[in-house]
């Protein structure tokens, strides 16, 4: 995610905008339009009231959100954002004879958990099966996902420390097998309950065998 700005003199209207959202977890990339002879400085705040940010330096802890490398200098620089809340960020474009200000918020949320099954190959009857697991957010998850069938639909559950993640299934009756997540929770006791796509697990009859019974023309013979 990238966001551009444009350098003004002044940054109380900046202060009063919304901002912009991002989610724990994620790095963004701040970015102005760079000009010849300027250098630029950033900061981050996690608290502002009474503090004068054209003066004042970041006071942002870095448990909460941090410059990539700890590099906070230059056009364009790249924020890891950890724990939700409200931020504010600073960006002084300095040349030979002025020194310009801009501001803005940044709203983190916490962290959406995802899980999705991937398409799975087809079995037959009584053969083990595998469904992969897609995994996003804070790890670990519990998910709780459910099979239907034509004759039957119940819900299973299943920790998770791991993405990707493979469970093992069988079913001894052919046909085809709905599988969904139905939600997932991570780490922070987020919960997503969201459905994803269903993927179908498609299981084939057994193939039946007959006895072969080789011709001897001998055997006619009295």
Partial sequence: MTVFLSLLLTMLP???QEGI???AGQTSTLAVEAKDGHTYTWE???EVDGLNLATEPGNCQTSDAYFI???NTGA??????LSPGTYFFTVTAADECSNNLKAGKITVKE???VAYFLDPLPVCAGDPAELTIELAGVGPWAIEYTIESEDIIHTETAEITNSPHTIEVIHEKAGTYLYTITSVTDANGVT???PTGQVSLEVLPVPVTSPIERY???SEVK
């Fill in 14 to 16: 900046a202060m009063a």
């Fill in 21 to 23: 959202v991002v989610f």
């Fill in 44 to 46: 981050l705040y996690h």
């Fill in 69 to 71: 490398d700890g590099i």
């Fill in 76 to 81: 364009s620089v790249e924020v890891m954002w």
């Fill in 111 to 113: 962290s959406i958990p």
């Fill in 192 to 194: 997503n309950n969201e």
């Fill in 216 to 218: 001897n023309p001998l």
